[in-house]
């Protein structure tokens, strides 16, 4: 019997007053991969992630995580059971170091009622492992975007989720650290973690991800591999479509040039 995916999000609507936000979205996020979910702005990623996370109840349509349905599952519950979500926008203790932040992040999501400290080298570790251990002594709200978004996910390390809500996380990010980044992602997908990340960086997204999930006015217009992804002519038409707005031209939506990969 095929097991079931680590997360499935089923047929799930979300409307604010007259605004369907989400359209009978229906997609998975498997253990051990890295999953794309990609649209352009307004299409409906942040509020599948509140959905998925429990900051947002479903008109219709139901979560399942780790072989339940949690779509009723308060947000604390959703996270014991290792769901771990970094945000758009940041969160951090702007006053503490970065060290104290992972620390309290550590505690939050381990420690009975304080009981339970985590080691220095346990913060370090993870400071380590997402290459901000330079800055552990640094106020948080004094380090570059870049670095403040490692920290986000060392933070969301520290509750060992097995499955990650990466909400752009990649954005002030330098080339450098991008790269970087990209290669931590497959390593903790490595580990069996399941990875769900929104991203507008298409260079991260095709190297990094196994699938995608492209969503356009809240529905999935197209599911596949990277390579499946590029050439689909019903994406290029939402992204086309998406710099034709009168706003203007956002570039970092724009797919980049078709490369056929290898294999
Ligand atoms: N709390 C809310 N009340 C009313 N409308 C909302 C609310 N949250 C989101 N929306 C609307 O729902 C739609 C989807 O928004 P959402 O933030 O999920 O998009 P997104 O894909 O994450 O966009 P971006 O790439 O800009 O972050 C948009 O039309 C947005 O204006
Ligand atoms: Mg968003």
Redesign the pocket.
């Known amino acids: 019997m095929p097991t079931e995916p680590l997360l499935s999000v089923e047929d799930v609507v979300v409307q604010?007053?007259g605004?369907t936000?989400v359209d009978h979205a229906s997609f998975v996020a498997e253990a051990g991969r890295v999953t794309g979910l990609i649209?352009?702005?307004?299409?409906?990623?942040?509020?599948?992630f509140n959905v998925i996370s429990g900051l947002q109840k479903p008109t219709r349509g139901r979560v399942r995580f780790r072989g339940r349905t949690v779509s009723h599952t308060p947000v604390h519950r959703r996270a014991k059971r290792g769901m771990g979500r970094t945000f758009?926008r940041l969160e951090a203790f702007g006053s503490l170091t970065v060290r104290d932040n992972v620390r309290v992040a550590h505690d939050i999501h381990r420690g009975l009622l304080g009981l339970v400290r985590p080691s220095r080298a346990d913060v370090d570790g993870l400071l380590e492992r997402v290459g901000i251990a330079a800055y552990a002594d640094e106020r948080a709200d004094s380090v570059p975007t870049g670095t403040a978004r490692l920290l986000e996910l060392a933070r969301c390390l520290a509750g060992d989720p097995r499955l990650l809500l990466l909400d752009?996380p990649s954005s002030g990010q330098d080339e450098t650290e991008t790269d970087a980044f990209g290669q931590l992602l497959r390593d903790l997908a490595a580990e069996g973690r399941g990875i769900l990340m929104?991203e507008?960086d298409m260079d991260l997204v095709m190297s990094v991800c196994d699938e995608i999930h492209v969503?356009d006015f809240?529905r999935v217009i197209a599911s596949g591999s990277p390579a499946q992804i590029r050439r689909d002519p019903v994406v290029q038409q939402a992204y086309l479509g998406a710099v034709d707005e009168p706003d203007g031209p956002d570039q970092t939506l724009v797919l980049p040039a078709v490369q056929e990969v290898a294999g």
């Open positions: 604010f007053g605004v936000a649209g352009p702005n307004g299409a409906g990623k942040t509020t599948c758009q752009e929104v507008h969503l809240g």
